[in-house]
């Protein structure tokens, strides 16, 4: 008896709540379908938004790099450079006196720059003026540079421009690849979270109509107590089967509402907007080949760029190692025009030639070895780098085998629990009807009752199992099998 009160206890405390939630219910609630949860993911969500993001992201970067190599316009200068101080002056004697200066410098310059990424050198062109005052003197002289044109070129270095120019059209070809993927993430976590929803349904479902079974099987008991074709054990047995029915039921009431609440947060449906899902009809019937998924993979994932990048990094890294640290020498040159006059006007009449050649350079003699040994670490992670890409596309391609092997096997289980889905509800309609007439136990009741469940929530768990290895599979090939088109946008 204090088991009995004990529960009367329990299922009061839950009860309370499980009749506000059925009054609530009363309200319509927005039904969705698995495809329209995952539209409105991709859509709404904020993994969907950050996957925006950073494509965004990684389409300015590459602007950036192309950038680089288009001309460059610019304009410089100084207005002005004032000057007031006394400074010492040299004079013709030898001897050094002091002068009260109140001079201002001034210069303007408009400048073209061309990168050239095959020498990593820089050609430009610009035209410049220059004006200095003596406010003490009176004195106003201008000297300008109508146009001169010259070149910067690194010799025997590291060219930085070349090997961006190899890399960075890699790196935009993963950014490309990783936002169809991102896609497909949100899809199969938008799958994963509707189907937790829809087992939380069921198991409600279940347990409401375990509580009106019970309900039903409890009255009839009564009566056949009453006639005393029921012993007392058998009777409380019953009863306290619909106590935990109703205890079940509360529970799934309150873990539905926690599923339904995060799966609106992720879709980004409105906070309290009351929720259904509806469990797909069909599965997609498809024949998937291990050889035409990784044919798939290879050509759409972004492993085919990324590990050629990784590489080429790899590379770039040797050769900076060589070109930073051996030889260096830098050759600037430039063939102009210059005039300086009194006036603006006349320092462009008639101007002179200039010329300018720079050549620099730069020989270690003795590093201890410094540059040997950065040379040779980066070789080793060169060599590194290979034998992780290698390990990492093997991985890679037995995950695309996997998945299209489970993809069979699930295709298989759903088959099979639909099957004892029916099966199971089936044998519970007899069992329970076999009861009622008195040819059975209260405990093969409760057997087919359990067995009645299991197979329910183990068909809508194949079908979580599947739904999701079928986005996970779009993920891993960018591939949509179902109606045979990639998943990259074409431009």
């Known amino acids: 008896m204090k088991t009995t009160l004990l529960y009367i206890v329990l299922v009061s405390f839950f009860t309370v709540p499980l009749a506000q939630a059925q009054q609530t219910a009363a309200e319509p609630a927005r039904l969705l379908t698995l495809k329209e949860t995952i539209d409105l993911a991709l859509s709404s969500s904020i993994a969907s938004k950050q996957a925006s993001t950073n494509k965004t992201s990684s389409y300015w970067q590459y602007r950036t790099f192309k950038s680089d190599y288009r001309p460059q316009l610019s304009l410089s200068g100084t207005l002005p450079d004032f000057s007031r101080s006394i400074v010492p002056v040299i004079q013709p004697d030898g001897t050094t006196d002091f002068k009260a200066v109140s001079i201002s410098n001034s210069d303007v310059a408009l400048s073209v720059s061309q990168a050239v990424g095959l020498t990593g050198g820089q050609v430009f062109i610009s035209s410049q003026s220059q004006r200095f005052d003596d406010f003490n003197q009176g004195l106003r002289r201008y000297n300008s540079f109508p146009a001169v044109i010259g070149f910067k070129q690194p010799l025997f270095g590291y060219n930085e421009l070349a090997w961006a120019k190899k890399v960075e059209p890699l790196r935009f070809q993963e950014s490309e690849r990783q936002y169809a993927e991102d896609r497909e993430t949100v899809a199969t976590t938008a799958t994963q979270r509707f189907f937790e929803v829809l087992l939380q349904q069921v198991n409600y479902d279940i347990a409401s109509k375990n509580v009106e079974n019970n309900q ?276």
């Not at 620099?360 to 201890?368: H, L, M, R, S």
């Not at 359990?450 to 768990?461: F, G, M, S, T, V």
């Not at 979580?464 to 090939?477: E, G, K, M, N, P």
């Open 216 to 491: 039903a099987l409890f009255k009839v008991a009564e009566e056949k107590y009453r006639l005393g074709r029921l012993s007392r054990n058998e009777l409380l047995q019953l009863q306290l089967s619909l106590m935990n029915a109703q205890l079940a039921q509360a529970q799934a009431s309150t873990e539905l509402k926690t599923v339904t609440m995060q799966f609106a947060a992720y879709v980004g449906l409105p906070q309290g907007e009351k929720i259904v899902v509806q469990a797909p009809d069909a599965v997609p019937t498809l024949e998937v080949n291990e050889q035409a998924a990784l044919e798939q993979a290879r050509r759409n994932r972004k492993e085919r760029f990324q590990n050629e990048r990784k590489v080429l990094q790899a590379q770039q890294q040797v050769a900076e190692a060589r070109g930073k640290g051996g030889f260096n020498a830098d050759l600037y040159a430039t063939f102009g025009l210059t005039k300086n006059a009194n006036n603006f006007s006349e320092s462009f009449a008639s101007p002179e030639n200039q010329q300018q050649v720079i050549l620099g350079f730069n020989v270690p003699i003795v590093d201890w070895g410094r540059q040997k040994a950065r040379v040779k670490t980066a070789e080793a992670k060169l060599q590194l780098t290979q034998y992780t890409v290698e390990q990492e596309q093997t991985a890679f391609e037995q995950s695309v085998f996997t998945q299209v092997n489970q993809i069979e096997l699930l295709k298989e289980r759903l088959r099979i629990t639909a099957s004892a889905d029916s099966i199971g509800q089936e044998r519970y309609n007899i069992t329970k009807a076999t009861f009622l007439v008195g040819r059975i136990s209260i405990t093969d009741l409760n057997i087919a009752l359990q067995e009645k469940d299991q197979a329910r929530r183990a068909h809508i768990a194949a079908l979580q199992d599947f739904w999701v290895a079928y986005y996970r599979l779009r993920a891993l090939t960018l591939y949509d099998f179902e109606h045979g088109v990639s998943l990259l946008v074409e431009k």
